[in-house]
């Protein structure tokens, strides 16, 4: 079954990039003409956690599977077997997985062969055999079954020739006081021609007469292939290339042997998490053969969560909605001028409209839920349909009331035959997968390096072991792709999805309701950190205290600088709200900022017209705090309130109301497109 990809039409439709690259639509359709010829482009997809790379490659091989060759991997999760020797590695692994999943018959073509590659991995594969340990020499022939089973599945799955492989190569070692990786490596690749292989397929030797010293030998290459795979270092790095091309050769030939003509379409080459050090030893052999000249009929399609890796330096750059017709790749002399950068973009506001229409069909959720979800995730895949999931499985009686921070308060079933998970740690463990989510969860309260620090000597001792906790996390998010300490954020953890899921750790992690421990003392220490002004005011809403607040805005309110002072105002009220986990009803920040709760006690010494400013700056202050929240729905009656009043305080102002009067025009307007209120008011850019 299709999954639904939302916003991934340019690559996924029949006319759409893919089907241009393997000239074939979905389902194994009527061929499209190929774009870029015989020379397709690397074409490597680019996003941060959760921006749907994995989905994405998964879905192309559910539509393509069984009518073009295609193959999968995961170059993170190469595991290696068990006891292996010397002649395995991630490589090596690799390209026997991808060769076995090649192999299957498809739609209207015999299954396809790798003769070639598997002489390689079996000369490979014996540096690491011993006289005195044939069981290991034994297990690795038997993991090789798999692969020469491609060649001749009769023969290759069978037992019998690896107890005749094991023979002669007793004799060999019989025959030398010093054998070498290369002698092991022919006696083992005649058996294996002889045992495994068909007459015709005893020529594949021949593709290796062509590797370093070989001379037109077969055996001679693949002998040299064996002791420099042995001695490591760049001589193993050019085996290993040249076992690359082993793999693409054997798929050339599929394609222009003596059936040529009978297939229709391109293979299939799908590499998820290119940018570890696998991908770019499986993808640079191809693109240096096709900088040369050569034509291997492959499509590679890769995934990199690092944007600015050094491998895609000389990449053509460009973003997902613009290849949906055409995809200009121009090659250059340089070899990485074979890549086509894809950088995957954000749902829209419409397409996580209809996300949540998908889970939710009934409607009963807010009207505004979708577009407050797309607010927090920026459209990111994952957290939309992991957000709509919950959305759509919430109980009737609660879907009315939900909230973006709600939502994160519920369970999900992602699996069938799994209990459903928390959606926070569950998304949280999904875009930060690291071994542990404290520190994050403690430094996401802090605003720059100095103050993630200040917490970390605080709040972190037990975690300084080995350095700079703060420095370290802040790698690790640069490192997974996440800003951190970004200028002009005000914030350390500068992703608002992230932040937010990880400040809701911070609040409920430790079930300590109703003291919230880890919250208070993180914001405390914080409070303490900075003196007097707009820093130390943030955190005194964190912790629920708003009347010190108030009160600067109101004592700072005839200044001059209005449009400090807005700033202010505006930055004070970002502050997190400390909620309570599964509130229903209104947000209390809804009646202060309505003038329907009780006032409280006032501060001493004012007069009525003190009174009058101190309640109408308690309102302001509520209601930015409110509209602003991006864990909270949009209120139309507060919107108004807060514009009333601007307008009310711009009349107060002796120098300033001009300002004051753009914002009661625009924070409003702002607000209702989702924006944050814009400084000067007006201005989309800012100062």
């Known amino acids: 079954m299709d999954r639904e990809l939302y916003g991934r039409e340019a690559v996924l439709d029949d006319g759409g990039l893919i089907a241009r690259l393997a000239g074939l639509t979905r389902h194994g359709g009527s061929g499209v003409a190929y774009e870029h010829g015989d020379d397709p482009p690397v074409t490597v997809f680019t996003g941060g956690r959760g921006m749907g790379k994995t989905a994405l490659l998964k879905e192309v ?80 022939l038997q993991r090789l079954g798999p692969l020469l089973a491609t060649v001749d599945a009769t023969r290759g799955a069978a037992a019998h020739w690896v107890g005749k492989v094991l023979t002669k190569l007793a004799a060999t070692f019989a025959e030398t006081a010093a054998p070498l990786a290369g002698l092991l490596a022919e006696a083992t690749v005649e058996t294996v021609l002889e045992e495994v292989f068909g007459r015709l397929q005893r020529t594949s030797e021949s593709w290796y007469g062509t590797y370093r010293n070989a001379g037109g030998r077969g055996k001679a290459g693949l002998q040299q292939l064996a002791n420099d795979f042995e001695q490591g270092g760049r001589r193993r790095q050019e085996a290993e290339a040249f076992l690359v091309g082993s793999l693409t050769e054997d798929l050339l030939r599929a394609y222009t042997g003596l059936r040529r003509g009978s297939r229709v379409g391109r293979p299939l080459l799908l590499l998820d998490n290119a940018h570890e050090p696998l991908g770019r030893q499986l993808i640079e052999p191809v693109l240096r053969a096709r900088a040369e000249g050569r034509r291997d009929r492959i499509v590679v399609l890769a995934a990199s969560r690092v944007r600015d890796h050094e491998g895609l330096r000389q990449a053509t750059r460009t973003r997902l909605p613009e290849t949906a017709h055409r995809a200009p790749c121009p090659r250059g002399t340089s070899v990485g001028s074979g890549i086509l950068a894809v950088e995957l973009t954000p749902l829209s506001p419409a397409q996580t409209r209809t996300a949540f229409d998908h889970y939710e069909p009934a409607g009963r959720a807010p009207a505004e839920l979708a577009r407050a979800v797309h607010r927090l995730t920026g459209g990111r ?4 349909a992991l957000l709509g999931r919950a959305a759509g499985e919430a109980p009737a009686h609660l879907r009315p009331g939900l909230t973006p921070g709600r939502l994160l308060d519920l369970t999900v079933e992602l699996r069938e035959d799994a209990p459903p998970v928390p959606v926070a740690p569950a998304l949280l463990a999904a875009l930060l997968p690291v071994p542990r989510l404290g520190p994050y969860a403690v430094l996401a309260a802090a605003h720059d390096e100095e103050s993630a620090r200040k917490l970390a000597r605080t709040r972190l001792q037990g975690e300084s072991l080995d350095g700079d906790v703060a420095l370290r996390v802040r790698d690790r998010l640069r490192a997974e792709d996440w800003s951190a300490s970004a200028a002009g954020s005000h914030h350390f953890v500068a992703d608002p999805l992230l932040r937010a899921l990880l400040l809701h750790r911070l609040r409920f992690e430790d079930g300590d309701h109703p003291r919230y421990a880890a919250w208070h003392a993180v914001h405390e220490t914080l409070h303490r950190h900075y003196g ?151 201005r989309q850019d800012g100062v």
Do not use: M
């Open 381 to 384: 895949p994952l957290g939309v």
């Open 61 to 140: 091989r559910n539509r393509y599977k069984g009518y073009t060759p295609l193959a999968l991997l995961d170059c993170a999760r190469v595991e290696p077997p068990d006891d292996h020797g010397q002649g395995w590695t991630p490589l090596i692994g690799a390209l026997a997985e991808l060769a076995v999943q090649f192999s299957p018959k498809v739609l209207g073509a015999r299954p396809v062969r790798f003769p070639r590659l598997s002489l390689g991995l079996v000369a490979v594969a014996s540096i690491s055999w011993s006289l005195e340990d044939d069981e290991r020499t034994r297990h690795d």
């Open 532 to 682: 007097p002004g707009p820093y130390r005011l943030h955190h005194d809403l964190a912790l629920g205290r708003t009347e010190e607040a108030v009160t600067h805005l109101r004592e700072t309110f005839p200044e001059p600088d209005v449009l400090d002072w807005l700033g202010r105002l505006r930055f004070v009220a970002s502050a997190p709200y400390p909620r309570e986990r599964s509130a229903v009803g209104h947000d209390p920040r809804r009646a202060v900022a309505l003038g329907r709760a009780p006032a409280g006690d006032l501060p001493a010494g004012l007069d009525a017209d003190g009174v009058e400013l101190h309640l109408s700056i308690r309102r302001l202050l509520h209601a930015v705090w409110l509209l602003t929240d991006p864990l909270a729905l949009p209120d139309e009656e507060v919107a108004d309130l807060l514009a009333h009043e601007l307008r009310r305080l711009s009349g107060r102002h002796l120098s300033g109301s001009g300002s004051l009067w753009d914002a009661a025009t625009h924070w409003p307007r702002d607000i209702r497109a989702w924006r944050e209120p814009s400084l000067p008011p007006g």
